[in-house]
Nanobody
Framework: QVQLVESGGGSVQAGGSLTLSCQTF???????????MGWFRQAPGKEREGVATTYRGSGSTYYADSVKGRFTISRDNAKDTLYLQMNSLKPEDTATYYCAASWVTSCRVGPPRLIDYNRWGQGTQVTVSS
């Protein structure tokens, strides 16, 4: 099975920055890489929401309105690693962040659908204090 291993979470003051990383081990379809990878987040009592996703083929990206201009998603296909650079962090960004991968071709069109992402990381906590 494909495994996603995350790192980079932590605690930061408002206005600060963090960078999350997600390493992919293994492949869902023999040696085929995922079509899309993305970051999702969930705060206590809130629904899980898509933060940013990227499509392997074209490099196209999707960002939630709440993070546009502050977060940047990138993917190193050679290393099967996903990154999320988070700048100008706000207390509202506090949540558990999940890395996810999709092998469904429709994932290239945003906004992301949770059902299209069938492999998930364990989650990493991001806490932003005011």
């Amino acid at each position: 099975q494909v495994q996603l291993v995350e790192s980079g979470g932590g605690s930061v003051q408002a206005g600060g920055s963090l960078t999350l990383s997600c390493q992919t081990f293994g492949y869902y379809y023999s040696s085929q890489s995922s079509q899309c990878m993305g970051w999702f987040r969930q705060a206590p009592g809130k629904e899980r929401e898509g933060v940013a996703t990227t499509y392997r083929g074209s490099g196209s990206t999707y960002y939630a309105d709440s993070v546009k201009g502050r977060f940047t998603i990138s993917r190193d296909n050679a290393k099967d690693t996903l990154y999320l650079q988070m700048n100008s962090l706000k207390p509202e960004d506090t949540a558990t962040y999940y890395c996810a991968a999709s092998w469904v071709t429709s994932c290239r069109v945003g906004p992301p659908r949770l059902i299209d992402y069938n492999r998930w990381g364990q989650g990493t906590q991001v806490t932003v204090s005011s």
